[in-house]
């Protein structure tokens, strides 16, 4: 029934094999007195359940899936909250949990008074509210965000104990709908010498991005709504910039402001952050654009696994230039590799959740995961990454996660 | 710029089309006094925001966007909540504003506790925990809920004026993440004499469904997870049976049990409710399956238009049998139809995002969307499919949905 062939070493089976309980899953329990307890009716049988609520909640077992923060109680709120990535599955991130990146707190805004203005190199400067840009077309399309500084804990000189959720999580995914920029844009009439725009927010930061008008006329969006309904506070209510694949704060928050302008103008937010610094002494600004990226989350620092046998291992993968093509699993610390199923469909710069089967036969393994997307982009290894940058330089760090599974199952982040 | 030719009558543009403000949309503010209002520093950049929050909440600006129901505070709790689908954008229901409906109320139920056992004619009873279904092989899909009373308002004498969420809110849709059933079912090793399985609930109704054993192996799942987080309460915490395009209460919640028999057993919950009476007397049972349906949510009742001018129509659009294969929009009251432009991707068995330009010149008109999906079934008439049914019969409703929009931009419901 199962075509347990390996793949490749270390266990890994074909991504298109099914586990089967027979074949040594042990999940199930087969009849006895353990199993006759398990056709007892249930204590909620036996009583009424709780009434309807106006908007729900996650359930009470569920409360330590949360966000995790330091936590700042004196403004300016500065810093972030990460998505609990290694608790969840699929590759939405539901609202409640979308990563938080403040450069002074969540703004309190008051959707009636809010305007967005587009001015500067433009033939007719124009402010809209949000009863105006509702009634422009609008799309819809899966996204992740990431912060330019997601995952650069792996530049460190020893790898960090902690949890995907910790070391990854400042990336989420959401479906995002809003009026496409360039619709605005070519209403205002852009100078054909305006290259880029300021994008400003409305917070206590004014946090502020140079983007690239190419970018805006191709697949930017002024972002209304989140998973369906309005767009949250940390995300942005009323309205966020969307730059699909750009690096998380190029999603200018709580956005009010649109200045159009002939060269980038080295906004704060760009200078002293976000901004590569190379083994040369050069620094490389504008990175915008992420590379092919993922990482495995189960099994994953924090999630032991029970004993040799068949398991899922499965992950997120993601590229800021399109569609992953190919994500390639390793068991035996990059020896070799085997292709993992891809979910479907996979869509464009948004996360893919990757899956393949694995025979641990309990002996120590390291796992990793190599992302390559459709523009032939492929994730590098830590120490080629590294070679590039000065130390201490850790934006944009797209490396191979290594974890290493010891005998008694244990999940340990490694340097490979 | 703009190809203003119609494509059918009323106003309706083609799909393709852009609107553009110069042409009339009216909904941006040019420079002037007012606009000059707009580029002052707003109130939000002059004091320091908010701090990080574990799980995050909907804004204070939006908390009117909740679930509609009517409240029931003793025990039988049974009913339902619906989805506001006229405040929401894009496909994704969030989590917290999924429709609800039950027979005795939610349970709260102990993760660690709750068993799935499959039993009866199998070779091997299984029962699982929440630790061994994580083990196995999972998949990610977003698909539609739909109860099966959904929009049975329309079968009413006279057209109740109400919003298009309290008609039509029956509905969800939610990216779902779970076990396939046909893998346990496999493990299980069902006998060749049983076509049908009982499914359970573990709430104070004991809601139970019988399912085909055929769509059980077919695209069933034990759904886990929902948008990405476990399973919420409402859902079916800490487990559901997920049947993608079946009838809502089929997909039953807090699954504990799944008995496989030969033939259907007749539950309460498929013979006192959802069955259809027909016009010669006789019921039709086990009308599982949705055919193609769909609504205009913008504009729809309650959401009236500000004056002649360019517009969006927009709602949402699904079906049972697999993809949606087109949605068509009339303007003059089902005279002459366009096609509405779908989402991309279109995916089997989820909500599909349509969306059409309309040039509203302020004289009344009837709106109306008519769904095709790629099995060929179109949406009825209402006059066509109130024929086949004995009066009061409403379940399973799929007609075409009318508003009217008045000469003052007000929109009612209206039976054409």
């Known amino acids: 029934m199962l075509d347990e062939t390996p793949v490749a070493g270390g266990g890994l089976l074909h991504r298109r094999t099914l586990l089967r309980a027979g074949l040594g899953l042990g999940g199930a329990m087969g009849a006895g007195a353990a199993f006759g307890q398990s056709l007892a009716t249930p204590p909620s049988m036996r009583v009424p359940g709780a009434g309807f609520s106006a908007y729900g909640q996650p359930a009470q077992w569920r409360g330590d899936?949360?966000?995790?923060?330091?936590?700042?109680?004196?403004?300016?709120?500065?810093?972030?909250?990460?998505?609990?990535?290694?608790?969840?599955?699929?590759?939405?991130?539901?609202?409640?949990?979308?990563?938080?990146?403040?450069?002074?707190?969540?703004?309190?805004?008051?959707?009636?008074?809010?305007?967005?203005?587009?001015?500067?190199m433009v033939r007719q400067p124009l402010s809209f509210d949000l009863d105006a840009l509702h009634r422009y077309p609008m799309v819809t399309h899966n996204r992740f965000i990431e912060c330019g500084g997601n995952s650069g804990g792996l530049s460190r000189p020893e790898p960090a104990q902690a949890t995907a959720g910790s070391i990854h999580g400042l990336l989420s995914c959401a479906e995002w709908t809003g009026v496409p920029l360039a619709i605005l844009l070519e209403e205002a009439g852009l100078d054909p010498e305006a290259h880029w725009l300021i994008a400003e927010g409305a917070d206590g930061a004014g946090m502020s991005r140079s983007v690239p008008v190419a970018k805006a006329m191709d697949d930017a969006v002024i972002a209304l709504y989140q998973n369906g309904e309005p767009i949250r506070p940390e995300q942005g209510f009323p309205m966020r910039l969307l730059l699909p694949g750009f690096e998380g704060n190029a999603n200018v928050k709580w956005l009010h402001r649109l200045k159009a302008v002939a060269a980038p103008v080295h906004t704060r937010d760009e200078t002293s952050k976000y901004t590569d610094l190379m083994a040369d002494g050069r620094?490389?600004?504008?990175?915008?654009?992420?590379?092919?990226k993922s990482v495995i989350l189960k099994p994953s620092f924090g999630l032991s696994m029970r004993g040799p046998g068949l398991y899922e291992i499965s992950g997120l993968a993601w590229s800021g230039a399109g569609r992953v093509a190919k994500v390639e699993i390793s068991a035996d610390g990059g020896q070799s590799w085997a292709e993992a199923a891809l979910g479907d469909p996979v869509l464009p710069k948004a996360l893919t959740r990757f899956r393949l089967p694995w025979r641990w036969d309990g002996a120590p393994a390291v796992l990793m995961s190599r992302a390559t997307d459709e523009a032939g982009n492929t994730q590098?290894?830590?120490?080629?990454?590294?070679?590039?940058?000065?130390?201490?330089?850790?934006?944009?760090?797209?490396?191979?996660?290594?974890?290493?599974?010891d005998a008694n199952g244990e999940v340990s982040n490694v340097y490979v």
Chains 1, 2 share one sequence.
């Open 65 to 120: 899936i949360v966000r995790e923060y330091a936590d700042v109680q004196t403004p300016p709120i500065a810093g972030a909250s990460r998505t609990p990535l290694h608790r969840l599955e699929g590759t939405i991130t539901p609202n409640g949990l979308h990563f938080e990146r403040h450069h002074n707190g969540v703004p309190n805004i008051d959707p009636a008074q809010h305007r967005l203005v587009i001015h500067g």
């Open 283 to 292: 620094a490389r600004q504008f990175v915008l654009q992420y590379g092919a």
């Open 380 to 405: 590098p290894a830590r120490a080629e990454w590294m070679a590039q940058f000065a130390p201490g330089q850790f934006y944009h760090c797209n490396v191979i996660q290594c974890w290493a599974v």
